[in-house]
């Protein structure tokens, strides 16, 4: 049986992706950068950065909303 997901769940796997999406934008500005300004240039670091951390954002929003939590909500038992 599989458990319902969470609004917040959900909000975590479509943050996920965008995440991914804005890490994939990155990683294509930063191939077509031109080439004339070169590799210690502080822009295209900020975009390499940028770009290693909407990743590693994606991964853990991914898990987060993947994740089988349990429901902590208390049974409503009458007659005990």
Excluded: H
Excluded at 26 to 40: C, D, H, I, K, T
Excluded at 56 to 74: E, M, N, R, Y
Aim: hydrophobic share 50%; charged share 15%.
């Amino acid at each position: 049986m599989t458990k319902r997901k969470g609004v917040l769940q959900k909000l975590s796997l479509v943050s996920a992706v965008v995440s991914f999406v804005l890490a994939f934008i990155s990683g294509v500005l930063l191939y077509f950068r031109p080439e004339n300004v070169g590799n210690p240039d502080p822009v295209s670091a900020s975009l390499l950065a940028s770009m290693f951390f909407f990743i590693f954002v994606g991964v853990v929003l991914t898990v987060i909303g993947k994740a089988d939590l349990p429901s902590f909500k208390f049974d409503n038992v009458k007659g005990n």
